[in-house]
């Protein structure tokens, strides 16, 4: 069992809905991270965070300690927001989801 | 410099040949880590280094890969008789690791493209 499970793997939405991914985790940790992945490009880090709620521009990040639990929403998406979305937690050492391949359609 | 620095970008190599990887970390990240992503997967873990701290190699998939780190700067993935199995994008990554298992913001180089004919 993967210490790290995301959900969807795969999503399609259309220009401007508002999406959710979500990602659960089983071990203990001391921060959760959403990273981005572009196609053909690299992995860049979204969020840390360690509870409750952050927002940067159309991206909210958020955490459930007690039920080891996080989302992120994207807000009126874009198709340039088209990339996948991994989930990863922190302690001693990074375990990380297999990522959410997103695309938005315009 | 400003993010993690991999090289080579790109590598062709044949079956049997040894190749070696670089990356130079962000200055000051007492962490560092190697991952391998094959086409279409997730990331692979391979190898990390937590300051002058033994590295944990338990990623390594077999004795043909090992890495070494100079103090906490730059970090070489070496591959020896390469397979054509070996084929993979290899990511480098640092962090400014604290103790007691506080890792920060991972950042993540652009990586080396390893293809092996």
């Known amino acids: 069992k993967n210490e790290v499970e995301q959900s969807p793997q795969n999503l399609t939405a259309q220009e401007g809905e508002f999406i959710t991914i979500n990602c659960s985790y089983s071990?203990?940790?001391?921060?959760l991270h959403w990273l981005q992945q572009h196609p053909g490009g690299g992995i860049v880090s979204l969020f840390m965070l360690s509870s409750g709620k952050k927002k940067h521009g159309r991206l909210i990040a958020t955490i459930n300690i007690q039920e080891k639990h996080s989302s992120l929403h994207i807000t009126a998406s874009h198709p340039r927001d088209s990339a996948v979305y991994i989930c990863a937690v922190s302690l001693y050492q990074f375990y990380f989801g297999t990522g959410t391949s997103l695309t938005v359609i315009p | 410099g400003a993010g993690v620095s991999q090289s080579p970008s790109n590598k062709v190599t044949e079956k049997g040949k040894d190749v070696e990887l670089r990356c130079d970390p962000i200055?000051?990240?007492?962490?560092l880590y190697w991952y391998r992503q094959r086409l279409g997967q997730g990331l692979e873990f391979l190898i990390y280094?937590?300051?002058?701290?033994?590295?944990?190699k338990s990623g390594l998939p077999s004795d043909r890969f090992s890495a070494e780190r100079t103090g906490e700067s730059v970090s070489t993935l070496t591959i020896q008789r390469t397979q054509q199995e070996d084929s993979a994008v290899y990511l480098c990554?640092?962090?400014f690791g604290t103790g007691g298992g506080s890792l920060g913001e991972l950042f993540f180089g652009e990586g080396s493209r390893l293809t092996v004919l």
């Open positions: 990554a640092s962090s």
């Open positions: 071990v203990g940790i001391s921060a």
């Open positions: 200055s000051g990240h007492t962490a």
């Open positions: 280094f937590q300051g002058n701290s033994a590295p944990d």
